[in-house]
């Protein structure tokens, strides 16, 4: 979710490509923004607060067993993490993120007070050894122990700066040797000499239009302009070995794997196998595409805000898998089932995404593993969610209105469990008893709605996928219905539009969407 409480004015976009740090084309200039700088300044959902600091984060390596949590925490709390962006702080960037970004127009008060200290900061890295990413934690989680698995519920997420960056690296990306086209790495590259490294990356703003965060790119005197759908590409918890891991390559206990689903809404979990779980996040994102084949998306900075539940070895809350606990991350939106599969050849990858989507449907509702086999080839997708972090990573995409026959589906809000109804592969609810059950106010008469939410005043009409919020037009792709019963919302315009946030979770045979205000 995107809020209001991040503004960015009017901007002048003019592109920037740059080779090695040095700039090619005219510079953009951002009018002055908020930047979420700590928890002082701008929206901190969570109970809890974790800053980007050197005494909290580690440069390119994960927690391991030995690594002293940062935070001690209850289960079922929540916690935001003000997370930083690697791009503009590494070696082929000069390693002075004041420097990089002034090249193009940004001030220095509006680069990360964050990004700064780290860069500058006695924390090792080493460029062409340790993963580029500023992985922050753990945390630990009361009660978490070997075997227990931990829920990780996106509850919030939010730009800490208007702009962010794309960068193709030599030796990385899906066309190795390929790209970056006409340049070489120098053997003596190095952050004095940043344009020695050859490298490409690419500056892009991000602003809002009609009510919609856009990254824009300009070429052959053009906008691409692409909305933003952001998410956290390194979540995980700590491995139980003395090792320091890069933090690079995703594996059993989470980390990078860079799933673009896993935004605000999505359920991640990760099996535990250290005492107190030790959690951590990193390598925010604002957008990426499937595969991520240049080597990175549109990275920049977040404040995310997460829900973490230790859920108990052989409960009915622990999604079913390929094994007798859960041994490999798994993760579930509104609409989807996200089986995943990681392996360094993509095929096999592949493979292990296809088996724990079987074993998953199989498991879970007691089907024929045959039937199943065939429902995943005729209804099911599959993603490559990245090919460029030496592990790969393919994950499925599970319909869950298809299983709706063996299902109940319920909105959690306050303290009612509402009904959810499936509706032309849609998911509805009481749009009266829901607004009652959070204390929002709400009026329909002859088909208009409005509702006082968190996101301002909003307007509806039924069969229409416009909703007016605070005057401004927002378009998504599903109506309220009008039944017999009353009104029907469509259960993305909880999150989408009134701006709640609802998480959710598959509990044996119920499918439980939990709505609250933040």
Known sequence: MLTKAFKVFPVLMLMCLVVGGESLAAPYRAEKVTILRGKEIGSVKGKYFVPSTPETVSWGRLP????????????????????????????????????????????????????????????????????????????????????????????????????????????????????????????????????????????TPISKMEGKWYGTLKEAGKDIQFPLSPFVGIMGVTPDTDESWNSVPPARIGGNIDINELGVGATLYLPVEVEGAGFYMGDPHFVQGDGEVALTALEGSLRATVRLTVLKKGTAAVPKSNSDNLTTPFAETEKFWIPIGLNEDLDEAMKMAVRESISFLARQFGLDRRVVYAYLSAAADYEVSQVVDKTKGVHALIPKVDFKNFLSIEIRAGKAGLPV????????????????????????????????????????????????????????????????????????????????SVNWSTEGTKIIGVAQLL
């Open 64 to 203: 391991n067993r030995n690594t002293k949590p940062v935070l001690t925490m209850p289960s079922g709390a929540s916690v935001t993490f003000d997370t930083v962006s690697h791009e503009g702080i590494l070696e082929d960037q000069g390693k002075d993120p004041v420097k990089y970004y002034g090249r193009y127009g940004v001030a220095a008060a509006d680069v990360l007070p964050d990004a700064i200290t780290i860069s500058t900061s006695a924390l090792p890295h080493d460029f062409d050894k340790d993963g580029p990413h500023i992985v922050t934690g753990p945390v630990h989680v009361e009660g978490a122990k070997p075997g227990d698995v931990l829920k990780v519920e996106v509850l919030h997420l939010e730009p800490r700066v208007p702009y962010g960056v794309i960068s193709n690296r030599h030796y990385k990306g899906a066309l190795v040797g390929e790209f970056p086209e006409g340049t070489q790495r120098k053997p003596e590259a190095s952050p004095a000499q940043p344009e020695l490294y050859g490298n490409v990356s690419i500056f």
């Open 421 to 500: 109804k499936a509706v032309n592969g849609e998911l509805y609810v009481s749009a009266s008893e829901v607004c009652a059950a959070l204390g929002l106010k709400y009026n329909a008469a002859k088909g208009v709605i409005s509702v006082a939410a968190p996101a301002g005043a909003i307007g509806m009409t039924v069969d229409s996928n416009k909703y007016v919020v605070d005057g401004r037009d927002i378009y998504i792709n599903v109506s309220p219905l009008q039944t017999g019963e009353g009104v029907l919302l469509p259960v993305a315009v909880l999150g989408d539009v009134l701006g709640l």
